[in-house]
């Protein structure tokens, strides 16, 4: 009889990434109708006063044009719009609309309640632990 082994930390990660990745989901379906799991990298790599497209794809380490059809989906959808760079007229900044900033709201608001709930699970200094340990993977990886 073969011995089980318990499941790699790695594997932990990426299934309790899932499952909170899930509850953001489910946020956003009720907040935001059409945005799907793949817009979250728009999302999550906007900056407050626009963005140029190369800029938001090398931040989601993504190609040009990967991004870039995220974008077009999210523009079609209002809650993005592509505006001249003040810096560059040639260049476009993509920027949320109001739509798009309602959605992020609701994301952040998601976000905290995912935090709250963890911080009864784990306690304040769990959550603060947790935090702290997963700053360091991010930094030594």
């Known amino acids: 009889m073969a011995a089980t082994h318990p499941p790699h930390v790695v594997a932990l990660l990426y299934e309790a990434f899932l499952r909170l990745q899930g509850v953001v989901e489910d946020a956003a379906r009720t907040h935001a109708p059409g945005i799907r799991p793949a817009h979250q990298a728009v999302f999550f790599h906007m900056e407050h006063d626009g963005i140029r497209l190369s800029r938001l794809a090398a931040k989601a380490q993504m190609t040009a044009q990967a991004m870039g059809a995220l974008v077009d989906d999210l523009e079609r959808l209002g809650y993005l719009r592509r505006?001249?760079?003040?810096?560059?007229?040639r260049a476009k900044l993509i920027?949320?609309?109001?739509?798009?900033?309602?959605?992020?709201?609701?994301?952040?608001?998601?976000?905290?309640?995912?935090?709250r709930r963890l911080a009864a699970m784990l306690g304040e200094d769990g959550l603060a632990e947790l935090n702290a340990t997963l700053t360091r993977v991010i930094k030594e990886f």
Do not use: N
Not at 83 to 89: H, L, S, T
């Open 95 to 115: 920027v949320f609309t109001a739509r798009g900033d309602a959605a992020l709201r609701a994301g952040y608001a998601a976000i905290d309640e995912v935090e």
């Open 83 to 89: 505006v001249p760079d003040p810096a560059d007229r």
